[in-house]
């Protein structure tokens, strides 16, 4: 699933910054500061990146709402398949089924 998560942020930026290498994005983005070193970690799923990185790559990125709220479901399902194997059948069910709740009641 991380490299679900690395793979959304290579294709945004290949579609944002067309025919520029990582290294020169990067260069744009933050010069002088090695920061294609860690986009290249994450597009390779090596490294998780903080919550504060979505926001982040949403504005340097010039994300539209669309792209922003699909980065996010991926971010966030990566976050919740990494904890998934500690709990076992019954446990995930029940975890799936509170989820559940709390959307349709958040969502009223």
Same mark, same amino acid.
């Given at each position: 699933m991380q &490299?679900?998560?690395?793979?959304? !942020?290579?294709?945004?930026?290949e #579609?944002?910054?067309?025919?520029? =290498?990582?290294? /020169?994005?990067?260069?744009? !983005?933050?010069? *002088?500061? /090695?920061?294609?070193t860690?986009? #290249?970690r994450?597009e390779?799923?090596? !490294?998780?990146? #903080?919550? *504060?990185?979505l =926001?982040?790559? *949403?504005?340097?990125?010039?994300?539209? $709402?669309?792209?922003?709220? =699909?980065?996010?479901?991926i971010?966030?399902a990566?976050?919740i398949?990494d904890g998934?194997?500690?709990f076992? $059948?019954?446990?995930? *069910? $029940?975890?799936?089924?509170?989820l559940?709740?709390?959307i349709?009641?958040? &969502?009223?």
């Open positions: &490299n679900d998560f690395g793979k959304k !942020i290579k294709e945004l930026r #579609s944002h910054f067309p025919g520029i =290498s990582l290294r /020169n994005v990067g260069e744009q !983005i933050r010069p *002088k500061s /090695n920061y294609f860690y986009l #290249s994450v390779a799923g090596v !490294i998780k990146p #903080s919550r *504060k990185f =926001s982040q790559i *949403k504005d340097e990125y010039q994300l539209d $709402d669309d792209e922003y709220k =699909s980065l996010v479901l971010y966030t990566t976050e398949m998934w194997a500690e076992d $059948d019954t446990e995930k *069910k $029940d975890m799936v089924a509170q559940f709740r709390k349709k009641k958040d &969502n009223k």
